[in-house]
């Protein structure tokens, strides 16, 4: 069964740090590009960070570039989304997402407001 759970989630404060997690079973992990996406309330879904198989390659919209900062470790299965300088603009569910087969993670609430 095919699973991506998403966790580190949760409220701070404008300029503070996040890092959400995601975790991935079910499917051959090393052999996937990974993607974070974000979706605010009546907002499209967004990609917010990509990163290519074995992770040398990385990409992010430029509202995104210098404080986000994705990772993965194949040896945990495990994607990263490293979030600095957070602005209230970034409050949204993030999602871990799988873009080959279509897998998405249940998503965790970022929210940013003092």
């Known amino acids: 069964q095919v699973q991506l759970v998403e966790s580190g989630g949760g409220l701070v404060q404008p300029g503070g740090s996040l890092r959400l997690s995601c975790s991935a079973s079910?499917?051959?992990?090393?052999?996937?590009?990974m993607r974070w996406y974000r979706q605010a309330p009546g907002e499209e879904r967004e990609l917010v960070a990509h990163?290519?198989?074995?992770?040398?390659?990385?990409d992010y919209p430029d509202s995104m570039k210098g404080r986000f900062t994705i990772s993965r470790d194949d040896t945990k299965n495990a994607v990263y989304l490293q979030m600095n300088r957070l602005k209230p603009e970034d409050t949204a569910v993030y999602y871990c997402?799988?873009?080959?087969?279509?897998?998405w993670g249940q998503g965790t609430q970022v929210t940013v407001s003092s």
């Open positions: 997402n799988a873009p080959s087969p279509g897998y």
């Open positions: 079910g499917f051959r992990f090393s052999g996937q590009p």
């Open positions: 990163i290519s198989k074995g992770g040398d390659v990385s």
